[in-house]
Every structure is written in structure tokens, then in C-alpha cells.
């Protein structure tokens, strides 16, 4: 079954845990108490309103794809260094604690990096870009033509996208998909919102069908209403 990326999920639980992170590796990795450290900082109040509030929302928020949660990742690192702003000045450069939180630093840098990239940033504002929240798919080999001169074979279909196995990624990321079966025929553009490399040695590429017309979604939806009888449902 198609899932969101693993790493969206990987940050939003950090992001969840990060109450228990943060003790944990202040008790553990640096010999400081957690509690007394936000206690004593400039900013307690900051502190515990980031800490316990707005990661732990902002990890949900991730783990759900919501488009605002990249708006509250923006705030939970204003808000860490922010907090951290006087913690270089408390230690030495070669202090454990030190070095510790500029690999903290580095990892921040690293998630909103990741978090930016146009393939994920465009998941949590397209949501018709999450393949693992798609209508359900049927296997299937039919023969199709991409961008109108590439030959293709849809490996598996559903009413808002496919997988195309192809010998070449097309050029762009919108393409011109068509075929026709004795029960449905098809030619609307697309956009490639997956491409990864088939065990074979060809290429894969999942489109989602962004400009169907009336006539093209109802021979659509009755391929896959005849598939629905003759094949098991991917998901």
C-alpha cells in the first residue's frame, strides 16, 4: 500500500518527541537538567510554550501533510534559536554541551533543507500530489503514449492517476498521456509527481491526471469499474 515519504514521518515524530529528546539527551549526553535549564534561560516562558507546545503541534502537523505546518516549522526554529541565543555565551568551544548544540543546529538546517525541497514543499500545498491518498488502483498492461511519441505501459491505474513504465523519463514534469482499450480511451495531460527506476532497467513514473474533461473522467471511471470486476484491487 502507498505510503507518505518516510522521512515526513521520521520529522513529525521527532518533532512530537522532542519534550523527551531534549531531556533525555540533556540528562544523558550533556549531565544538565532539562527543567532547571528552561527554568533559568532568558526566556522560560518561550521555552516551555516551544517545547511542549508548538513542536509537538508542529509534528502532528507534518504527519497529516497540513499546508500550515511549514508556516509553524518557520516559527518552532525562530523559537529554538531564539531560546538558544544565550547558550554559546554559558560554554566553552570545545564543551561537549557546545558541540552538542551545533549538531542540534545542523539538524534543524538539515529538516527545513528537506522540508523545502519543490518535491516535498509541493505535497503539503497539493494534496493531489499525495500518492499515498489516491483512489484506488488496478494492475493492469496497457499499452500508452506519452507526450505522443514515447511508448509507455501502464502498470497500474485508478481514476485520478497511473504508473507508467517507460524506457525514458519524459523532459518535463506535466506530460500528454493516451491509449485506448476496448472499453476506454484516453488522452489529457498529466502531471509527474513520482519517477524512480524499475527493477528491469526501465523507468517508472507516476502521473496523476490533472485536466480530464467531462468525457475523458466517465470513460475513465468505467475502465476502472470493469477492472473492479476482473482484477484485485491494489489498495
Not at 525562530?78 to 560554554?91: E, Q, V, Y
Amino acid at each position: 500500500m502507498p505510503t507518505k515519504p518516510n522521512m515526513i514521518k521520521l520529522i513529525a515524530i521527532i518533532y512530537i518527541l522532542a519534550p523527551l529528546i531534549y531531556f533525555l539527551t540533556g540528562k544523558y549526553v550533556f549531565n544538565q537538567n532539562f527543567f532547571a535549564q528552561l527554568s533559568t534561560s532568558s526566556t522560560p516562558t518561550l521555552n516551555i510554550v516551544a517545547y511542549f507546545v508548538i513542536y509537538p503541534v508542529v509534528g502532528v502537523a507534518i504527519f497529516f501533510v497540513k499546508d500550515w505546518s511549514l508556516f509553524l516549522v518557520a516559527l518552532g526554529k525562530l523559537a529554538f534559536f531564539t531560546i538558544n541565543l544565550d547558550f554559546f555565551s554559558k560554554h566553552e568551544v570545545n564543551s561537549l554541551p557546545y558541540q552538542g548544540m551545533i549538531l542540534f543546529i545542523i539538524i534543524n538546517i538539515a529538516v527545513v533543507f528537506y522540508l523545502l525541497r519543490p518535491t516535498i514543499r509541493s505535497l503539503f500545498f497539493d494534496k493531489n500530489l499525495r500518492w499515498w491518498e489516491q483512489d484506488t488502483r488496478y494492475l493492469t498492461s496497457i499499452p500508452c503514449k506519452v507526450d505522443f511519441t514515447l511508448d509507455g505501459t501502464i502498470l497500474n491505474i485508478s481514476v485520478s492517476g497511473a504508473l507508467i513504465n517507460m524506457e525514458n523519463y519524459p523532459e518535463h514534469d506535466t506530460a500528454n498521456i493516451s491509449f485506448h482499450t476496448s472499453s476506454a480511451k484516453l488522452n489529457t495531460k498529466a502531471k509527474i509527481i513520482r519517477r524512480s527506476l524499475h527493477s528491469c532497467g526501465t523507468v517508472l513514473i507516476g502521473v496523476y491526471f490533472s485536466s480530464l474533461s467531462g468525457a475523458a473522467e466517465v470513460n475513465l471511471k468505467e475502465l476502472v469499474t470493469e477492472l473492479n470486476t476482473t482484477t484485485k484491487p491494489m489498495r
